[in-house]
């Protein structure tokens, strides 16, 4: 069935180095992918999109890789932050269900001083 | 802040109670989507609607059930309540592909 999933269920970085956070997905029909951070007790809060006419896209501090041969999307995030401790979902947008988006199971980010 | 709202933050009620949960889009925003999470668990699709009427429904249970009203906020009922249904619930909008989360409402059910 339909699955986007996650390589790392938690990585730890040092504040201040890069770090990369991966996700698979198993549709190679959709077309649109989204990030989004989830801090304790709040509210997914999207990061980042990208679409598949596209193999990349910078934001502010953040860039999102897509490659659709592999299927397989990463979010880097630049000089981390301890603010940027939280929880990162992926999420595609499946086709077979109009603007339905499927979530990763996520990844806990730890920034250590 | 994303321009979502929902009410209450916190709930809590017995087992084989009836809840209604509310939601507000942001301005402008037609579509509304119903999500369950729970403990260290990704967010699961339940149901959403446009303009007032279903669109795609998830795994939403028949205890559960929902609306959309005219002036397009939502509500999510839960009725005959387990132990179970325990769980952050969340309500995001769309303008169009990209969906915007509310706070969350944190249900427990004794």
């Known amino acids: 069935g339909e699955s986007v999933g996650l390589h790392l269920p938690t990585l730890s970085v040092q504040e201040g180095d890069n770090s990369i956070i991966n996700c698979a997905y198993s549709n190679s029909a959709s077309d649109y992918f989204i990030w989004y951070k989830q801090e304790s007790g709040k509210g997914p809060q999207f990061i980042i999109d990208?679409?598949?006419?596209?193999d990349k896209r910078q934001g502010q501090r953040v860039t999102v890789l897509l490659n659709k041969t592999v299927k397989h999307l990463s979010l880097q995030i630049a000089a981390t932050q301890p603010g940027d401790s939280a929880v990162y979902f992926c999420?595609?947008?499946?086709?077979?269900?109009?603007?339905?988006?499927?979530f990763g199971t996520g990844t806990r980010l730890q920034v250590f001083p | 802040d994303s321009g979502v709202t929902q009410t209450p933050k916190h709930l809590i009620t017995a087992t084989g109670q009836r809840v209604t949960l509310r939601c507000s889009p942001r301005s402008g925003d037609l579509s509304v989507y119903w999500y369950q999470q729970s403990l260290d668990q990704g967010l699961q699709f339940l149901i959403q609607y446009y303009n007032g009427e279903e669109r795609a429904k998830g795994n939403i249970l028949e205890r559960f059930s929902a609306q959309q009203f005219p002036d397009l906020h939502s509500e999510l009922n839960l009725s005959s309540l387990e132990l179970g249904d325990s769980a952050l619930y969340f309500c995001?909008?769309?303008?169009?592909?990209?969906?915007?989360f509310g706070p969350g409402t944190r249900l427990t059910v004794l």
């Open positions: 990208i679409r598949s006419n596209m």
């Open positions: 995001a909008s769309s303008p169009s592909d990209t969906q915007y």
């Open positions: 999420a595609e947008k499946s086709l077979s269900n109009t603007d339905k988006l499927i």
